[in-house]
């Protein structure tokens, strides 16, 4: 019974920075990786960033590497997701997601979404 329950979305303008913050009740060492997804208007859903369980091995979408950071804080079961040098392109719903247990497992862990607004 895992639940990922995002928070931190809003409205900023562009150049601003914001942080996204996914809390999970249950157990989050059980996901092998968290990831961050994303849905703008009209498009599919894409990649934004992982991260290993242990903090380890985060891997980014080019349209956000150097500018977003991936963390953990296994203390709090809370994955974060830094977001600095916004750009409207980054306008979209933000969702939180955990695969299982082990390596190759599917993500399987979903949050509800947190919307970020870019104002250019």
């Known amino acids: 019974q895992v639940q990922l329950v995002e928070s931190g979305g809003g409205l900023v303008q562009a150049g601003g920075s914001l942080r996204l913050s996914c809390a999970a009740s249950g157990r989050t060492f059980s996901s092998y990786t968290m990831g961050w997804f994303r849905q703008a208007p009209g498009k599919e859903r894409e990649f934004v960033a992982s991260?290993?369980?242990?903090?380890?091995?985060?891997n980014y979408a080019d349209s956000v590497k150097g500018r977003f950071t991936i963390s953990r804080d296994n203390a709090k079961n809370t994955v974060y997701l830094q977001m600095n040098s916004l750009v409207p392109e980054d306008t979209a719903v933000y969702y939180c997601?955990?695969?299982?247990?082990?390596?190759?497992?599917?993500?399987?862990?979903w949050g509800q979404g947190t919307q970020v607004t870019v104002s250019s």
């Open positions: 997601t955990g695969t299982g247990a082990t390596r190759g497992s599917p993500w399987v862990y």
């Open positions: 991260i290993r369980w242990n903090g380890g091995d985060a």
